[in-house]
């Protein structure tokens, strides 16, 4: 009897011990596949960005013929894709390990819209596609959102709606409820029911403000959503205090339409529910997951209707705060690039990849802001900093990425602050970037209530218009 007794305790002995084995071996593993997915996005975010960044800055350019600047569109709106796809794989390895997170920052909805709709324009125009883009004439100016998220909700939606329809329509419409909470009320009326009028259906309060056809003599959004031709930007609703409501948006086409027993599995991994076997092969079946999980993490909902051979319509919901608009964010972009050209800014710029240190000098020269020097890591930095300081030559921002080797660029905010408290200066601006994001990192580098550190987050990658803005804002508040 005793025996038998030794016998089992030995044997849950061992049997814990390999329990606490493959526990480590876990453990290490899924330490690996962070390290792995925080290395391999910053890795694919540095080129990317600048490759975007630079493209967007040879656009904006004025010596190009119709033709090269066709070309250099397609160049960038298959950048875009393919950052949409990197983020979509990359993000769903984060919510593997837990680390799916939203960075809810001040965001110009409209603009967001604008910008997001202009990347599929050409796509839609080749596809011989109608779409618009209707966008609610109460849209608050600024809310409280993660935009890299929503933009990468809208582009999946999107994107799914131009590669399953091959002729009809597609339409974007961006309405503000005024509930607080997620409600049945925010899904209503419901697609495809009885009282459903289809597309286009009348709706009074809604601005067309993209339409994009085949026919020639359309008005076009250029890639930065910022020329829109005779039709009217909605006014948006100005609040000076800050409100909660609901973000709906409602992306509908005309494609294949889906079975019952398809929408059921719609938002699974790696399903791909399509009838038609050419249409099943396009794709990772990632899009919908990732969407469906980033809404949630949103506090959102997203739900999907369709009809078979009639067409398809997703609606997300999102409870968003308002932000109150003051003069500083409402600035539009040639305003702001006016308005910084006569400060003379003087600037700092750190990063690895010598093609981020060149984007972010020419992201500067756009406003006519001299680049005192640059760094290739953040000790190098820190020292031009110091140089340039007993110099007496008065720098006004540092940008510095933040995984560098060495000092990294949270360490080279510290050593600023450390030095401007000795040696009594006037806080220079601390703009961090980083293909990665961190909310730990973010929340003590980024936050006034936390002390003085860096003054903005920026994540790559980076567009001009991001750039200038906060550049802008943090220059004014001096
Ligand atoms: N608007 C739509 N019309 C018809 N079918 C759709 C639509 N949106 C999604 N689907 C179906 O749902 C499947 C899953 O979509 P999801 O976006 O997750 O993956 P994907 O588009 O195939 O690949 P990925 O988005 O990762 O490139 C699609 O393969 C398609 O069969
Ligand atoms: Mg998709």
Request: aromatic letters at 8%; one cysteine or more; charged letters at 25%.
């Amino acid at each position: 009897m005793l025996s038998a007794i030794i016998g089992l305790v030995t044997t849950l002995e061992e049997r814990s011990i390999e329990l606490l084995r493959v526990k480590s071996a876990l453990e290490n593993a899924l330490e690996q596949q962070k390290t792995f997915i925080f290395s391999f996005s910053h890795e694919l975010r540095n080129p990317i960005n600048s490759l975007l960044g630079n493209l967007q800055l040879v656009l904006q350019g004025e010596e190009l013929s119709a033709k090269a600047s066709q070309m250099i569109n397609v160049a960038k709106v298959c950048g875009e894709i393919l950052l949409q796809n990197i983020n979509n794989v990359l993000d769903t390895g984060k919510h593997e390990i837990g680390k799916l997170e939203v960075n809810p920052v001040s965001t110009q909805l409209s603009e967001l819209f604008q910008r997001t709709w202009s990347i599929y324009n050409e796509l839609l125009r080749q596809k011989k596609l109608k779409s618009q883009l209707k966008i609610d004439k109460d849209l608050p100016a600024m809310v409280r959102i993660d935009p890299h998220k929503l933009n990468q909700v809208l582009l999946n939606l999107i994107g799914n709606s131009v590669k399953f329809t091959e002729k009809g329509f597609v339409t974007v419409t961006a309405k503000w409820l005024r509930y607080s909470e997620i409600n049945e009320k925010c899904f209503e009326p419901v697609p495809y029911d009885d009282i459903d009028e289809g597309l286009f259906e009348k709706e009074e309060n809604l601005s067309t403000i993209s339409i994009s056809r085949y026919e020639p003599g359309f008005q076009e959004l250029n890639s930065e959503g910022s020329q829109l031709g005779r039709t009217q930007i909605p006014g948006p609703l100005q609040s000076r205090q800050e409100t909660r409501g609901v973000l709906k948006i409602i992306v509908k086409d005309t494609g294949s339409g889906m079975k019952k027993e398809a929408l059921e599995r719609l938002f699974k991994k790696f399903s791909q529910v399509s009838e038609h076997v050419v249409h099943r092969q396009i794709g990772t079946g990632l899009g919908l997951f990732i969407t469906r999980e980033i809404c949630l993490e949103m506090k959102g909902e997203i739900r999907a209707y369709s009809k078979f051979g009639v067409g398809s319509t997703f609606i997300v919901c999102i409870p968003l705060s308002t932000v109150p608009s003051g003069n500083l964010q409402r600035a539009g972009s040639v305003a702001i690039i006016n308005q910084l050209a006569q400060k003379r800014i003087k600037a700092l710029v750190a990063d690895d990849s010598p093609f981020n240190v060149n984007l972010v000098c020419n992201y500067f020269a756009q406003f006519g802001a001299s680049v005192v020097s640059v760094a290739y890591n953040g000790y190098d930095i820190y020292m031009k900093y110091k140089e340039c300081m007993s110099l007496g030559v008065e720098i006004d921002v540092v940008t510095s990425d933040i995984d560098m080797p060495g000092m990294d660029g949270r360490q080279v905010c510290d050593s600023i602050r450390e030095y401007e408290k000795e040696n009594r200066l006037r806080p220079v601006v601390v703009i961090l970037i980083s293909g990665n994001y961190d909310r730990e990192q973010v929340e003590e580098y980024v936050n006034p209530q936390r002390g003085h550190k860096a003054d903005c987050f920026l994540r790559k990658p980076v567009s001009f218009s991001d750039f200038s803005r906060a550049v802008y804002n943090l220059i004014e508040i001096q």
